[in-house]
């Protein structure tokens, strides 16, 4: 088959010579042409030969692949790290308590529950305190909360909304007399909570939100209001059910003694009653209704509030930014209210660290169970020879392998960003919190927005057995869509990336310095104003393409340009359409500005988790993905790369194959690759996708009665 290979390719090269010695004669260019034909028929139809015994034979570039040795266990031992245990201990709580597993069919009422008493057997029965992590530890909690999302999401989101949500705002944004009132109940889920801040009319326009809290210096008291329907409190987790407390965000409005009559403070905390501590009855002034069945994420109780003058203690303003004294007067060491507001939601990133993170977690639980299916499914082969699993297919390959190398990748990112964040939430440097408040944002964005692709894919990689609602596609899509408008439309936060990446633009130029995150734009904007390489421009070598500099460089060269591009067009249109209406002209350029930036920066961290991974065979494995993940990034917009000759028509080609080539060669260790998850099978509970594959038929006609 080989031979058969390289004849072609010689007959083609040969043609290629002879047309070229023979000028533009008509009859050459005619034989060329015929010979090219017959190659093509040849291909459409090949010779027996050209198959092999088990499978399809592969190209020449594929045969030359040797297989890495993937040393699953030393692998997973990388990639889970030192907080290993501690998840593992939250599988085995689960698995060792069958009534308090999910089951495949259940009601809305009796998921809430449910979702309820396992929160609660987690942390008082299984000892496990997520809470007490939150402020010294947050890896520690984020890996609590991967676990957990992996047990059931609804029961990942109920925990994110009581300790991240609720809990982290009286921790974050109120002082010591909050945390030393709450602490206890909230970690031991005896004061369930709530997050009220999105409401009927605003969500992302935190700033526009119409709730107040007006103080009443006669009763030391502030009287907290919903003005409009539009104003209600919408799709807040806890309330329609279990809550008996909120955290309110108001606009805080205080008495003066002038012709206005009163002052807006702009949005503050709050925390609010909304149930009585013994009877669960609701409180007066409160109204609360049941959002209802939504797509997914049923075993969280989304509710409605409503205030009519409810009265609140001062005490309950979660005053660290911000402070009324008892005659009524307001200080704050922060000047401004856009200051103010900037730093409450800074302190509130943890919930997009926490999103960015648990989404990996069900890209890899997607990836596991469409891999496996994908070894274990066998379809169709050569004439009269055993048929081959649909991996074998370089169609199959092409969805499965790219994604992922992804799911490594972002594996990796997300670790970073949990890192930031704690070094964050211990140092307070402002640099720090701006550089942490983007890339929780982008990462964010960029991650739930591909794993949502990924789920359809993985979906329909697995044909009619991936539409069973046991093997958990149709589930896990439906629960993490609602992560990409979430604790930030991913639209949204994206724009906050390219507002940053432009800031920092300007400060570039103006002699500023740049944060850690984003000072590869220095080196890399002055390369982009300069000329493309023509020489580095037309190299196609596999160690070239595969040098770490060359796709880092190409990432980079690709943001700066876009970054420079959008801030000429910005300036070229606000004098006629003014910032807002040149913003907007810009959009699109702007959310591919921020969305390459974040590709840039997932790269570096892959690159400099393979350099540090001690064991050699796992570092083969790793950097085999991180090549997949780079030059699969570089094909996909190979158009912005050509449009300015920084690859070349032929670099661009190899650029392509090389990338076939990798999935190839990932396909023959993605066993071993999806295994180093670690994720057991009564956690990904998909029958398609046990680790066992001899085993995965039996369990699903088992499922079905047989």
């Not at 495949?104 to 008493?117: A, G, T, W, Y």
Request: proline share 4%; aromatic share 10%.
């Amino acid at each position: 088959m080989l031979n058969y290979m390289r004849k072609m390719d010689s007959d083609e090269a040969d043609a290629t010579n002879r047309t070229a010695e023979s000028g533009d004669s008509p009859d050459r260019d005619r034989a060329a042409v015929a010979r090219r034909v017959e190659r093509l028929s040849s291909h459409l139809n090949p010779p027996p030969e050209l198959f092999i015994h088990g499978g399809l034979a592969v190209a020449p570039c594929a045969a030359r692949a040797k297989k890495i040795e993937v040393d699953k266990d030393r692998l997973s031992a990388y990639m889970r790290g030192k907080y290993r245990d501690v998840q593992q201990g939250v599988y085995d709580y689960f698995n060792s308590r069958p009534e308090l597993q999910t089951p495949l069919e259940i009601s809305k009422d009796d998921h809430r529950e449910l979702c309820m008493r396992q929160l609660m057997g987690l942390v008082r029965e299984a000892g496990i305190r997520p809470f007490r992590y939150i402020v010294d530890e947050p890896a520690k909690y984020f890996a609590i909360l991967e676990a957990v999302g992996g047990v059931d999401m609804s029961l990942g989101i109920k925990m994110g909304v009581q300790y991240s949500l609720w809990g982290g705002s009286v921790l974050n944004l109120g002082t010591k007399k909050h945390r030393d009132k709450y602490f206890e109940g909230i970690d031991n889920v005896e004061y369930p909570g709530c997050f009220a801040m999105t409401e009927l009319h605003h969500g992302s326009n935190v700033q526009g939100l119409q709730t107040v809290a007006t103080f009443d210096p006669f009763t030391d008291e502030f009287i907290i209001d919903t003005p409009n329907d539009g104003a209600i409190k919408w799709w807040i987790g806890n309330a329609a059910v279990h809550g008996k407390f909120a955290t309110v965000f108001a606009k805080l409005i205080l008495p003066t003694h002038d012709t206005k009559g009163v002052s807006d403070m702009g949005v503050h905390a709050f925390i609010v009653p909304i149930r009585d501590m013994k009877t669960h009855n609701t409180l007066p002034g409160v109204e609360i209704h049941d959002c209802g069945h939504k797509v997914g994420l049923n075993g969280v109780d989304n509710g409605a509030l409503k205030f009519r003058s409810v009265r609140i203690p001062r005490d309950n303003l979660l005053n660290r930014f911000g402070d009324v004294s008892r005659d009524g007067k307001y200080t704050s060491t922060l000047p401004s209210i856009n200051k103010r507001f900037a730093a409450t939601l800074g302190e509130l990133v943890g919930g997009r660290v926490g999103l960015a993170y648990s989404s990996v977690g069900v890209l890899k639980i997607s990836v596991i169970i469409a891999v496996r299916y994908s070894l274990l499914r066998h379809q169709f082969g050569p004439p009269k020879q055993p048929e081959i699993s649909i991996l074998d297919y370089q169609s199959q390959q092409h969805k499965l392998m790219p994604m992922l190398a992804s799911s490594y990748a972002f594996h990796f990112a997300t670790l970073h960003l949990v890192d930031k964040y704690s070094e964050m939430k211990k140092s307070h440097d402002e640099e720090l919190v701006g550089d942490v408040h983007t890339l929780s944002a982008g990462l964010k964005a960029y991650v739930t927005s591909f794993t949502a692709k990924s789920l359809s894919v993985c979906r329909e990689a697995c044909g009619g057995h991936g539409y069973a609602a046991v093997n958990r596609f149709g589930s896990l899509r439906n629960d993490h869509d609602i992560f990409q408008t979430f604790e930030g439309d991913n639209t949204v936060l994206l724009q906050q990336v390219a507002g940053y990446l432009l800031k920092q633009y300007q400060e570039k130029f103006q002699g500023g310095t740049l944060t850690v995150t984003w000072n590869y734009l220095r080196e890399s904007m002055n390369s982009y104003l300069s000329q493309p390489n023509p020489v580095t421009a037309r190299w196609e070598g596999e160690d070239h393409l595969r040098d770490p500099k060359f796709q880092l460089d190409a990432f980079r060269y690709r943001t700066s340009r876009l970054l420079q591009s959008v801030a000429v067009r910005l300036r070229k249109h606000t004098k006629n359409l003014g910032s807002f209406g040149a913003w907007n002209r810009c959009l699109n350029h702007l959310l591919t500005l921020a969305e390459s930036h974040i590709e840039t920066v997932i790269l570096a961290k892959f690159i400099d988790a393979v350099r540090s991974c001690p064991d050699s065979g796992s570092r083969d494995a790793l950097k085999l993905l991180c090549d997949l993940y780079a030059l699969d990034r570089i094909w996909n917009d190979i158009g912005t790369y050509r449009n300015v000759d920084y690859v070349a028509p032929n670099k661009a080609k190899a650029i392509h194959k090389l990338t076939e080539l990798l999935s190839f060669q990932v396909k023959n260790v993605a066993k071993e690759l999806v295994d180093a998850f670690d994720i057991p099978d009564y956690v990904t509970r998909a029958p398609i996708g046990m680790q066992a594959t001899e085993e995965a038929y039996s369990h699903y006609t088992q499922f079905a009665g047989f």
